[in-house]
Nanobody
Framework: VQLQASGGGLVQAGGSLRLSCEASGGGRTFNNYAMGWFRQAPGKEREFTATISWSGTRTDYSDSVKGRFTISRDSAKNTVYLQMNSLKSEDTAVYYC???????????????????WGQGTLVTVSS
């Protein structure tokens, strides 16, 4: 499966953006697996941002985005979303979506437990 992230851009602090991650291609069935969003700021390691279970009933967030970001999925569209509100300058990063590897524990925050990384979409928050 291939993942395509989109929706990034330039926004002022306090603003909102919605990122999308669309799955396509064969291989693993997208709707059977948990998905994660990660981000990587310049000069920093990739860090966990949010994850959602295959059913969409469970979600988890990093402390830095909890209460401001919302992850969701639309199985009919093979798409996972990340709604980002009250954006801060420290949210500036390239955002990536990925698929949780088979047999990995749901809720994992380790990038090594994920695969099929999309190309990333840049979010820039100006203060």
């Amino acid at each position: 499966v291939q993942l395509q992230a989109s929706g990034g851009g330039l926004v002022q602090a306090g603003g909102s953006l919605r990122l999308s991650c669309e799955a396509s291609g064969g291989g693993r069935t997208f709707n059977n697996y948990a998905m994660g969003w990660f981000r990587q700021a310049p000069g920093k390691e990739r860090e966990f941002t949010a994850t959602i279970s295959w059913s969409g009933t469970r979600t988890d967030y990093s402390d830095s985005v909890k209460g401001r970001f919302t992850i969701s999925r639309d199985s009919a569209k093979n798409t996972v979303y990340l709604q980002m509100n009250s954006l801060k300058s420290e949210d500036t990063a390239v955002y990536y979506c990925a698929l949780l590897r088979p047999l990995r524990n749901w809720g994992s925050r380790d990038p090594l437990d994920y695969e099929s990384w999309g190309q990333g979409t840049l979010v820039t928050v100006s203060s």
